[in-house]
């Protein structure tokens, strides 16, 4: 089946730190990829998104890559903030099957001034 | 626009006792999604409906959960009898067809205590 490793956490990090957030996944096919985010307190949020390989999400001064050599889709952000603090999850979806988002055990992400 | 829209937001309930989740997703979304997410790990799929029809409650237990989308918008997330276990945040999610690249978003989540 379908499945997403990340890196485990928690990830502290000084502000104007460089980012990165490790994840594989394993499919039966292509799938689109996902990274959420989940301030404290708050939903689920999408972050960004890639549909097919090659392709780069990003928002917000993050960034991530599809690729499908490594089938990895890590999470970069240059310059980390105070209020980057949060969870991050990396998600990935079939167009056929479940049809449904399946995740990573998530990311806890500490930034500090 | 709104998004989506859950209650009650938390619930402390003793164990036995039935509870019930409710979901408005975002207007003219068909497919609705119920996701569980335990505390430290990722949301797990519940269930999954296209308009009023669950497609995949593969992992619903049945025994004690159940769920309905009577007129293909809002639903509900019901557990009778509710176990310790249980406690835990409730998602729901919507997306404008269960297509790849279609965006799924959550609400806040409803949180479920159990004791």
């Known amino acids: 089946g379908n499945s997403v490793t990340q890196m485990e956490g928690p990830v502290t990090l000084s502000e104007e730190a460089f980012l990165t957030i490790n994840c594989t996944y394993t499919?039966?096919?292509?799938?689109?990829l996902f990274w959420y985010v989940q301030y404290p307190g708050e939903g689920l949020q999408l972050l960004l998104k890639?549909?097919?390989?090659?392709d780069k999400g990003s928002n917000k001064g993050f960034e991530a890559t599809y690729r499908k050599e490594t089938t990895s889709f890590h999470l970069e952000k240059g310059s980390v903030q105070v209020s980057d603090s949060a969870v991050y999850f990396c998600?990935?979806?079939?167009?056929?099957?479940?049809?449904?988002?399946?995740f990573g055990s998530g990311t806890r992400l500490q930034v500090q001034p | 626009e709104a998004g989506v829209v859950q209650s009650p937001r938390y619930k402390i309930i003793e164990k036995k006792q039935p509870v019930a989740f409710w979901c408005n997703p975002i207007s003219g979304h068909n497919t609705l999604y119920w996701y569980l997410q335990n505390l430290g790990q990722g949301p797990e799929l519940l269930i999954r409906?296209?308009?009023?029809?669950?497609?995949?409650d593969s992992q619903l237990p049945k025994d004690r959960f159940s769920a309905e989308r009577l007129k293909g918008v809002d639903s509900t997330l019901k557990i009778q009898p509710a176990e310790l276990g249980d406690s835990a945040v409730y998602l729901c999610?919507?997306?404008?067809?269960?297509?790849?690249?279609?965006?799924?978003?959550f609400g806040e989540g409803s949180w479920l205590t159990v004791v």
């Open positions: 998600a990935s979806k079939m167009d056929t099957g479940r049809r449904a988002l399946t």
């Open positions: 409906y296209e308009n009023e029809e669950a497609v995949d």
């Open positions: 890639a549909t097919k390989a090659d």
């Open positions: 499919a039966t096919g292509y799938p689109s």
């Open positions: 999610a919507s997306s404008s067809d269960s297509g790849m690249g279609n965006t799924i978003y």
